[in-house]
């Protein structure tokens, strides 16, 4: 009896002292709980009462189980190819045969310009080229008649050598006006410009009636390839290296490495097709493009879009919810419950997918985490699982189920 008054007193102890001496306060709750574990039923009833509350948490287990290996980046939607359309010759433009913002394929016509003049250059040229080839006739019977009058010590070979260089001189004036029509023709083909390549066309800057020069440095419009489309995203120098590993194992690796992006509500799949030859050593990353099919044409140019890069699969990855993560001053942890009581572990996040993180560290599988009420956990503090909404699901009367 004499024993349980001086706990009672310890403890009365302990509760008038903790607002000034708290250091004292926990020593004189330590020796009542040294006293009450060697008294009576009574004693241990009123350890229960002063001990410290159980907390209340929610816990969810740490799983082993495959994961795949990601990247997530923002990535930006570039076309292709971008081909501004400039005129090569200074003329006027004549006809525009594409609306704007229009699908275009390759070879179709764009703009027409004024090829009149061209024209008739051309067929001014073409009378030349006439004209020379009938020198050419006449050069080459005067050269057979020389060559016949001299063998036949006739004519002078001084009249022969004439021949046969006025022959060669129409020959000369033959093919540079047949090189000058060529050129012409390369020209009036210069007033029909059309598509490079298939894609959309922006908007058109020249009207019909507009003179434009080769000069201008202003484009008539351009063309951007829109299907196929390059993503282009940076990524981590660590992960780099990882992704380098795995597309340095051949083609069948090279497919395996699949990239999604979400644009618009859906998701376009694709392969990573370049890989830039240095590291950006102001961010530390590299940037990579994706070549991803774009039929439907839901990746824009220009556009921001989420980026998820699939390396491969990890088959026995430790996996925990997000929300279990905390933070600290030596990186991330987690409670563990460990015999009803709370233990801090610390961890090493390697990744994290929507609300799972993988952990590489520090857990080991099976074990409890909390994951909701780690503001007022501290190591060794009681704690109870909060029942699952299962569990509390309760039977209205008169419902049928």
Do not use: C
């Not at 008739?120 to 080229?129: G, M, P, R, Y």
């Not at 050269?143 to 022959?167: F, K, Q, W, Y």
């Not at 990579?288 to 026995?316: C, H, I, Y």
């Not at 060794?380 to 699901?393: K, N």
Request: proline share 5%; net charge neutral.
């Amino acid at each position: 009896m004499l024993r349980v008054v001086i706990v009672f007193g310890l403890l009365a102890i302990a509760a008038g002292i903790a607002t000034w001496r708290p250091d004292l306060a926990e020593q004189a709750y330590v020796k009542a709980q040294g006293l009450m574990k060697r008294d009576t039923p009574a004693a241990e009833a009123a350890t229960r009462r002063n001990a410290p509350p159980a907390v209340t948490v929610t816990l969810a287990r740490a799983e082993r189980r495959p994961m795949p290996i990601t990247v997530d980046a923002i990535g930006t939607v570039q076309p292709i190819a971008s081909i501004q359309i400039k005129p090569r010759l200074d003329s006027q433009v004549v006809a525009v045969h594409v609306a704007e913002g229009a699908l275009v394929k390759e070879g179709d016509l764009l703009f027409s310009l004024d090829d009149r003049t061209l024209k008739a250059q051309i067929a001014q040229v073409e009378a030349q080229i006439a004209r020379d080839k009938a020198q050419v006739e006449q050069a080459t019977r005067d050269r057979d008649r020389a060559a016949d009058l001299a063998n036949r010590r006739v004519g002078s070979e001084v009249a022969r050598d004439n021949a046969i260089t006025a022959l060669k001189t129409a020959q000369a004036q033959l093919a540079a006006d047949e090189a000058n029509r060529d050129a012409l023709v390369t020209q009036l083909s210069y007033t029909r410009i059309t598509a490079p390549v298939a894609g959309r066309i922006g908007s058109i800057a020249a009207k019909p009636g507009a003179f434009v020069r080769s000069a201008d440095t202003a484009p008539l419009a351009t063309v951007n390839q829109v299907d196929p489309i390059y993503i282009a995203f940076a990524v981590p120098q660590n992960t780099f290296y990882d992704m380098r590993a795995v597309l340095s194992g051949g083609p069948d690796a090279v497919n395996r490495v699949t990239v999604e992006a979400t644009a618009g509500g859906k998701t376009a799949r694709g392969a990573i097709a370049f890989i830039e030859n240095t590291i950006d050593q102001t961010t530390g990353t590299v940037i990579a493009k994706a070549r991803m099919e774009n039929g439907s044409e839901q990746l824009w140019p220009g556009a921001f879009v989420p980026v998820k890069v699939t390396l491969g699969m990890e088959a026995d990855a430790v996996v925990i919810p997000t929300s279990a993560v905390q933070i600290g001053q030596n990186g991330p942890y987690v409670f563990a419950v460990v015999d009803g009581r709370a233990t801090l572990a610390n961890i090493t996040v390697v990744r994290s997918m929507g609300d799972i993180a993988v952990v590489s560290s520090g857990l080991s599988g099976g074990e409890e985490v909390v994951t909701s009420g780690q503001l007022r956990l501290v190591a060794g503090t009681p704690v109870v699982a909060r029942p699952s909404a299962a569990a509390t699901e309760t039977v209205v009367p008169g419902r049928q189920s």
